[in-house]
């Protein structure tokens, strides 16, 4: 074999690498969605918007919304949760959901996602009212996202800024799934 066949294979081989790892990473990406549809709430009894992260399993309850913010007709349930899912999904697609922190955003209490602790908001995932506690919020989430929660924040919901780190993934492939 002479050295233009062998650089010839060598580069074949390299691009054929590197296509096949841009194609099963866009595949995974392709195959999470994070969006609001609605969803039944046992205790309640009946059907809020929610935030859901739908994987080939199936779809995973992250946020229920069950009241408006601030009681503004213009910020209803539905708007909130098509908002907050188009966040996810954001965060999802440019890889930065490994850290969720709270901090302010417009001088209000935002749960956002950053790119290494102690870092600054990369993405905003919601906005808070004044009445809901950042750390409890943070917290429940945190805990739906690392697979330990019993359901999804139920989000009707001093300032210390705390930093968790998640695994992503292993939430998407272990959360259980709803039914319903």
């Known amino acids: 074999m002479n050295i233009k ?4 294979l060598l580069t074949c081989g390299f691009l054929t690498a ?7 990473s866009q595949a995974k990406a392709d195959d999470i969605r ?17 935030t859901y992260a739908w994987t080939p399993r199936g779809k995973i309850a992250v946020v ?5 913010w601030f009681n503004n007709q213009n910020l209803p349930p539905e708007k909130r949760c098509q908002d907050v899912s188009s966040h996810f999904q954001t965060a999802y697609n440019k890889q930065s959901l490994s850290y969720i922190t709270n901090g302010t955003a417009n001088g209000q209490g935002v749960i956002c996602t950053a ?29 739906i996202l690392r ?31 709803e039914k319903k």
Not at 40 to 48: I, L
Not at 148 to 168: A, E, F, L, N, W
Request: include cysteine.
């Open 5 to 8: 066949s062998l650089i010839a």
């Open 18 to 24: 590197v296509c096949t790892t841009f194609m099963v």
């Open 34 to 50: 994070f969006i609001c549809a609605s969803g039944f709430d046992q205790s309640a009894n009946k059907r809020f918007p929610t």
């Open 64 to 68: 229920r919304w069950k009241f408006s």
């Open 115 to 143: 790119r290494q602790k102690d870092g600054a908001c990369d993405i905003t995932l919601l906005t808070l009212r004044p009445s809901d506690d950042p750390l409890e919020i943070l917290t429940d989430l945190k805990e």
């Open 147 to 177: 697979g330990r929660g019993t359901g999804p924040i139920q989000h009707s919901s001093g300032k210390s800024q705390v930093y968790y780190h998640i695994d992503i993934d292993k939430f998407l492939q272990t959360a259980p799934t």
